[in-house]
């Protein structure tokens, strides 16, 4: 095994043993002494034909195609500068490792992958680097996610270590000892700062722009910054009908706490009809077909209407609240219909809802007290047990894959 550099909350250490180290070669001067320097002949460095490496300490690395084909439990996957991160949204829960192959010092792909890794797909799991990474890197490396090193045989464990605390102040993926709490805290206020500004910019350059609110903690959040800033932006519901009181609760909360006037959507009542009708109040239960037809006239026809007249919307949605969700982007184009949509608290966690809630005392929906998280229509909705998914409070009767209501569903492209 090589040398290892591996970081967590208690700070560096090592791992593995050193590999011996090749006797220095002694340098040549240019043109082996003879002639101009300018005629030296500089020798091209080919990137290696194949992986920098094939083992870690666990077992064999598979490629990334080797994974997704046939993923096994703890494995470690090894990723190539021109691989697509994004195809392993789905298949990254069970891997023990991921490393990340360095070909070329400049070759900047690795820190892409780590970034997409990182905030893109919500991987927590081991981030290692490898292959053409040299120790005055690690610093850079460790701000991108990067928490464990393989250190290449003509490289110290002193000379990384000392690499580390070259600078005084990490960054958010790196879990350097000592700075959490004003990493954190940075990174939060760096947060709020980009939620403002990127409303304001809605704000200045869409037509008619309106927040689409649940009335959950994240469009709570966004109504907040809306009504500080004082912005143009309109604020609406969709009252399906089947909403608990505490939700409905908020909409006067509001007006009293804000000042904002919440336009509330709410469904055709002969559509309603003609649903109960044939099957049921309640027949979202008999299958998916059935939920979805319910979700289209309560939820997705109602905001059809909404958003008539208008060129941008805006949403709550993160990425950590779903599978389907992992890839969200901050700004997209709804292609069915022709607007702009923005997820501006697409890269926020809980905690960051949760932290801006507290900061600017926000008012919230009183499920969330007694153990909801994902708050929906009342017979769809249900409290989750501490740690359990959120997801599996909506329409838990359902595989997690098909949880979504449609309002969401259309085809998009990153603006």
């Not at 905001?303 to 949605?317: C, H, K, V, Y």
């Not at 017979?379 to 989750?384: D, F, G, I, N, Q």
């Not at 047990?385 to 894959?401: A, H, I, L, T, Y």
Request: charged share 25%.
């Amino acid at each position: 095994m090589s040398l290892i550099l591996e970081l967590d909350a208690t700070g560096p250490r090592i791992a593995g043993e050193q590999a011996e180290r090749p006797a220095p070669t002694p340098a040549k001067p240019a043109n082996a002494g003879h002639g101009d320097v300018r005629k030296k002949i500089v020798p091209v460095v080919k990137p290696p034909a194949g992986p920098s490496a094939t083992a870690w300490e666990g077992g064999v690395y598979l490629s990334m195609q080797q994974w997704r084909d046939g993923a096994e439990q703890g494995g470690a996957i090894l990723l190539q500068p021109a691989d697509d991160v994004r195809a392993l949204a789905d298949r990254l829960d069970s891997a023990a490792l991921i490393a990340v192959d360095f070909h070329r010092i400049g070759d900047g792909r690795g820190y892409s992958h780590a970034f997409m890794l990182r905030e893109r797909l919500n991987y927590r799991g081991r981030l290692r680097a490898l292959g053409a990474v040299t120790a005055d890197q690690l610093f850079a490396l460790a701000r991108v996610g990067f928490d464990s090193f393989a250190l290449r045989a003509d490289q110290s464990a002193e000379t990384a270590l000392a690499a580390l605390n070259t600078f005084s102040v990490p960054y958010q993926g790196a879990p350097v000892a000592g700075a959490n709490a004003a990493r954190e805290e940075a990174n939060f206020n760096a947060r709020i700062r980009l939620l403002e500004r990127a409303l304001t910019a809605i704000a200045a350059d869409a037509t008619r722009p309106a927040l689409a609110s649940s009335l959950s903690a994240e469009d709570m959040v966004i109504t907040d910054a809306i009504a500080r800033l004082k912005l143009p932006i309109d604020v609406f519901t969709l009252d399906t009908g089947r909403l608990h009181a505490e939700t409905l609760a908020l909409i006067p909360e509001i007006k009293s706490r804000y000042g904002l006037d919440i336009d509330v959507h709410r469904p055709d009542e002969n559509a309603v009809s003609a649903y109960i009708s044939a099957h049921g109040a309640d027949g979202f239960y008999e299958g998916l077909a059935q939920r979805k037809l319910c979700c289209t006239i309560r939820k997705v026809a109602p905001l059809n209407r909404a958003l008539e007249g208008r060129s941008a919307w805006i949403t709550g949605q993160r990425r950590d609240q779903a599978a389907t969700r992992g890839a969200l982007e901050e700004a997209e184009r709804d292609e069915v219909r022709g607007m702009g949509k923005f997820n501006p608290l697409a890269a926020w966690s809980w905690g960051d809802v949760l932290a801006y809630a507290a900061r600017f005392d926000v008012p919230m929906n009183a499920l969330y007290a007694r153990g909801y998280v994902s708050i929906g229509c009342e017979p769809c909705t249900k409290a989750v047990r501490p740690g359990e998914d959120p997801r599996n409070g909506r329409w838990w009767w359902e595989n997690k894959d098909s949880k979504e209501c449609g309002l969401h569903t259309n085809a998009t492209v990153t603006r």
